[in-house]
């Protein structure tokens, strides 16, 4: 009977505990988050310690830091930790994924590139994103944990990747969730708006909260804007509602996820939908 407990444990506890990453507790107090490709995670610090990763020093905001991973991160990657004279580094290995790759063949050569005249609306969106995104303040608001931004049937997921006639598409970076318009939109988390733009030629109504530290959110297709740019939201505060604005074949919100360059997979960030 023993036996058969032990095997038990080594069969059902053995793949998750294999995926968890123990940081020495000189350095770390707590984390929280997946070392996965798409995952971000979140670490308290003990006093006096700083981070790198790979290389690179890691801000903090009260002794607490965020890092993340984009889809395709390599598996490798390296932690240092540094505290009064000491240091250790740890080598740590991500979760590999495997995303939904659809080859669709046979298709007649369409244009889908966007007219000539919509090039400076286009030009115009992408360096108000870009502003946005380079906004990296003390905020806290990563620390919190993540809701799910609104209810309803998951209709798109992170890392998904059409080829048509063996041409690669852009992956999808985020999580559409099919609702009926007028849905309210929440903040995932506490933050302040960096961005809220009525009518951009891909995204529609688009709005994105920085939560600290380079973590931002973006939420697409939007129909109504309830927020303005410098405001500053709390988790679950209606921040907008659910539309089909832009390039979108129907009503849904298309939540992203960002850590510095790197796209996160908002689904590694929140638990279950709320009922
Ligand atoms: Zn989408």
Same mark, same amino acid.
Do not use: C
């Given at each position: ?17 294999? /995926? ?15 070392f ?21 020093? /890691? ?47 046979? /298709? ?16 115009r ?10 906004i990296?303040?003390?905020?806290d ?25 063996g ?21 995932p ?8 733009e ?21 939420y ?15 988790r ?16 849904? /919100?298309?939540?992203r ?19």
């Amino acid at each position: 009977m023993r036996r058969l407990a032990s095997l038990f444990f080594f069969v059902v506890f053995m793949p998750f505990t294999a /995926l968890a990453v123990e940081l020495p507790r000189d350095y770390v107090r707590a984390q929280s988050g997946a070392f996965s490709q798409g995952g971000m995670v979140v670490l308290y610090l003990t006093n006096n310690t700083q981070v790198k990763l790979n290389g690179e020093r /890691l801000p903090q905001v009260d002794g607490r830091t965020v890092l993340g991973f984009g889809r395709d991160a390599k598996l490798a990657q390296q932690l240092e930790f540094q505290r009064k004279g000491k240091s250790q580094t740890v080598s740590l290995s991500l979760k590999k994924r495997s995303y939904n790759i659809q080859r669709i063949d046979g /298709l007649p050569p369409a244009m889908v590139t966007p007219p000539e005249e919509a090039w400076p609306r286009i030009a115009r969106g992408s360096k108000l994103k870009k502003a946005a995104r380079a906004i990296a303040s003390q905020d806290d608001g990563f620390t919190e944990g993540f809701v799910w931004p609104t209810k309803g049937r998951v209709t798109g997921v992170y890392g998904s990747q059409r080829f048509y006639n063996g041409e690669a598409r852009r992956p999808h970076f985020g999580i559409d969730i099919a609702a009926p318009r007028g849905t309210p939109v929440m903040a995932p988390a506490s933050g302040t708006v960096t961005l809220a733009e009525p009518d951009m030629y891909f995204e529609g109504g688009l709005v994105f909260i920085d939560h600290g530290l380079s973590v931002t959110s973006a939420y697409m297709h939007l129909d109504s804007l309830k927020v303005k740019v410098g405001q500053k939201v709390k988790r679950g505060d209606v921040i907008a509602t659910v539309g089909s604005t832009g390039r979108s074949t129907g009503p849904h /919100l298309d939540w992203r996820m960002f850590w510095r360059g790197a796209r996160i997979d908002p689904a590694l960030l929140a638990r279950g939908q709320p009922d």
